[in-house]
Nanobody, 126 residues
Framework: QLQLVESGGGLVQPGGSLRLSCAVSGSTLENYAIGWFRQAPGKEREGVSCISRNGVNTYYADSVKGRFTISRDDAENTVSLQMSSLKPEDTAVYYC???????????????????WGQGTQVTVSS
């Protein structure tokens, strides 16, 4: 059974960086597109970034474009989200999720994902 576990969250000052990891077990990462989502208190879950099965296609929300970078390492069964120039509005619980599809498929919406991790808290504050 596919399982996803996020790590790397924490408290960081504005302008700082964090690297989130999503460890995949129970199946082979290469079979899935992986997305990162976040949910702040009182707000709906929003898509942050996603990467296709072959790593060729990526998507970034406008709010993180140029600051966040998604990558995958199928040999290590891990997907990472490098976050830089963090802002207080980036504060949220971050989730990774897995979706099946073609090699170039880049699902942008939470309804397209079947399996979710439990999340990791990111807090950007001075």
């Amino acid at each position: 059974q596919l399982q996803l576990v996020e790590s790397g969250g924490g408290l960081v000052q504005p302008g700082g960086s964090l690297r989130l990891s999503c460890a995949v077990s129970g199946s082979t990462l290469e079979n899935y597109a992986i997305g990162w989502f976040r949910q702040a208190p009182g707000k709906e879950r929003e898509g942050v970034s996603c990467i296709s099965r072959n790593g060729v296609n990526t998507y970034y929300a406008d709010s993180v474009k140029g600051r966040f970078t998604i990558s995958r390492d199928d040999a290590e069964n891990t997907v990472s989200l490098q976050m830089s120039s963090l802002k207080p509005e980036d504060t949220a619980v971050y989730y990774c999720a897995a979706a099946v599809g073609t090699m170039l498929y880049v699902p942008r919406y939470s309804s397209q994902y079947a399996v979710w991790g439990q999340g990791t808290q990111v807090t950007v504050s001075s």
